[in-house]
């Protein structure tokens, strides 16, 4: 795969229809925009503190499930902002979802020759919503296990803290281990669904396929084109780190003015278009269907 000119055609298609840019706008307002993040690790040793000799936070400031007093009134506020904002957040996350699929559809029709538009594409996705919903949704379900059985964890354990008050609790904080071997089981398990909804999203909106067969799919296209599919993960992260670095401060002015917050909405929307052409045309081409190279040239993966 010549990987130079992937990406010298990813960036002629999203410079000629910029109405790519608006796609990836949705898609970044959903929050999954990209690769990028520069998460930072704090690692403590056995011999680095004493965790066995460090005082208990209940014996110095009592249970925190003891003497819980809040307004009802205060509760009821904090439960309806928790509400809405987990509506307007799933409200957000479809649109981006669909419009996700609207950019796979709208780059397989550039390079069909087939002219395209904003709704157009939007409207292709909307005619996937559920399937691209539920290619959404597979990743979150170990996530969804893992929250659903800490807030047990944690319900139980605060279920014996009120009972004994805090003293000589039977269960003791031995019963979060289970949840930690859990999450090292699943956390990795939603990484990989969630490289592969990249490939099953193209599966859906370009093979019309359903869900579990859009994964089944794009697990064998993964399969059969590994090496290159994790040279353009590396190169993506490449690039990312690069324009991050240089827009470490255009990036800090834009956060401090909020006047500027749209222009770096802008910004999110192009590298989401960007990266969302750049594996459309790889999996094109990856799958065998024709690569436009020139006005003038068509050549296939395969020749």
């Known amino acids: 795969m010549d990987y130079g000119n992937l990406i010298s055609k990813t960036w002629d298609i999203i410079w000629k229809n910029k109405f790519l840019i608006l796609l990836g706008v949705l898609v970044a307002l959903s929050g999954a925009g990209g690769v990028g993040g520069n998460p930072s690790q704090f690692t403590a040793r056995g011999n680095d503190l004493d965790w066995q000799n460090l005082p208990r936070f209940d014996y ?11 307004p009802l009134i205060a509760v009821g506020g904090i439960v309806l902002l928790v509400v809405f904002l987990f509506l307007v957040g799933l409200a957000l996350w479809t649109v981006g979802t669909i419009s996700r699929g609207g950019l796979i559809n709208a780059v397989n029709e550039i390079e069909l020759g087939n002219p395209t ?4 594409a939007f409207r292709a996705g909307w005619q996937n919503g559920w399937r691209l919903i539920g290619i959404g949704l597979v990743p979150a379900v170990p996530g969804f ?9 944690l319900g139980l354990y605060g279920g014996f803290e009120v009972l004994s008050r805090g003293v000589n609790n039977p269960i003791g904080e031995g019963i979060f281990l289970p949840i930690l071997v859990l999450a090292c089981i699943l956390v990795p398990v939603m990484l990989i669904l969630s490289l592969l909804r990249v490939f099953a999203n193209r599966t859906c909106m370009l093979e019309d396929l ?3 067969s859009s994964y089944r799919r794009g697990f064998e296209v993964l399969g059969g084109n590994l090496g290159p599919a994790a040279l353009l993960f590396l190169l993506q992260i490449a690039i990312s780190f690069g324009i991050g670095i240089m827009m470490l401060i255009p990036g800090i002015l834009i956060a401090l003015c909020c006047f500027l917050w749209p222009v770096f909405l802008l910004v999110e929307g192009g590298f989401a278009a960007f990266y969302s052409t750049l594996w459309t045309l790889a999996w094109r081409g990856w799958t065998g269907l024709p690569v436009v190279v020139s006005d003038e040239e068509v050549v296939s993966s395969e020749g």
């Not at 110095?60 to 809040?70: H, V």
């Not at 538009?117 to 157009?120: A, D, I, Y």
């Not at 296990?145 to 964890?153: A, D, E, G, R, Y």
């Open 210 to 212: 359903n869900v579990f």
């Open 60 to 70: 110095e400031y009592g249970s925190p499930f003891q003497n819980f007093d809040m």
């Open 145 to 153: 296990v893992l929250v659903f059985s800490s807030l047990i964890t």
């Open 117 to 120: 538009n904003f709704s157009e």
